[in-house]
């Protein structure tokens, strides 16, 4: 079975700095799918950015950025720049790939990050 | 589309008492997934369907619980009789093949 693990449940950053949360994984799959989700005090969930396993190029998504490390199983998310928007619970999260098809999204426990002006 | 749908936002009940949370997933997913939010357990998935047939359900704690999805866009999760160990915030979510899942704002239960 899929494990995430998130292992810092809490940090705070001032605003314009970058902050980076770490997330590792354990699979025996080649090709899947990961994510890192934001839940804001609104509660909603929110996609921040998604990552191709079989994609060695890390995705970027303006002031957000992924680094990917298959070998060692590693997704973590860069902030930069941080914006007091930014403060929210963030979850990162993993999918095996299955073609024509879609699988359940196994979430790590989350990481409650902090803006402060 | 206006996204995946819960009601109610926020459910208060007695402890006994039936519960029901409803969802209508985005139109055209084909995927339909119940997660459960705690602090102590994070984002546990319930059940997921795929084009209305249950896939997985290993997920739903107890016979207490039960999940239906009558045609593609509606889904209801049942709980009956309900505990205070039950409250918690529930997601519904759709998703179409390998891209994310599209997550509805969440239904709050409160068993008291």
């Known amino acids: 079975a899929q494990t995430v693990t998130q292992s810092q449940p809490e940090m705070s950053v001032q605003e314009a700095e970058t902050v980076t949360l770490s997330c590792t994984y354990d699979t025996s799959e080649s090709n899947y799918y990961l994510f890192w989700y934001k839940q804001p005090p609104s509660r909603q969930m929110i996609l921040v950015i998604r990552?191709?396993?079989?994609?060695?190029q890390n995705a970027t998504e303006n002031r957000f950025s992924v680094n990917f490390q298959k070998a060692a199983k590693s997704f973590s998310l860069k902030i930069s720049d941080s914006q007091l928007g930014d403060t929210a619970m963030y979850f990162c999260a993993f999918s095996r790939f299955k073609a024509g098809g879609s699988e359940k999204l196994v979430f790590g426990k989350g990481m409650k990050l902090t803006v402060n002006p | 589309d206006a996204g995946v749908i819960q009601s109610p936002r926020h459910e208060v009940t007695e402890m006994g008492q039936e519960v029901t949370l409803r969802c209508k997933p985005i139109s055209g997913h084909d995927y339909l997934f119940w997660y459960r939010q705690t602090m102590m357990r994070g984002l546990e998935l319930l059940i997921y369907f795929n084009n209305n047939v249950p896939i997985d359900d290993s997920g739903m704690p107890e016979d207490r619980f039960s999940a239906k999805m009558p045609n593609a866009s509606f889904s209801t999760l049942k709980i009956q009789p309900s505990e205070p160990r039950d409250s918690a915030v529930y997601f519904c979510?759709?998703?179409?093949?390998?891209?994310?899942?599209?997550f509805g704002q969440g239904t709050r239960l409160t068993v008291v």
């Open positions: 990552q191709e396993a079989y994609k060695q």
């Open positions: 979510a759709s998703r179409s093949g390998n891209t994310e899942a599209f």
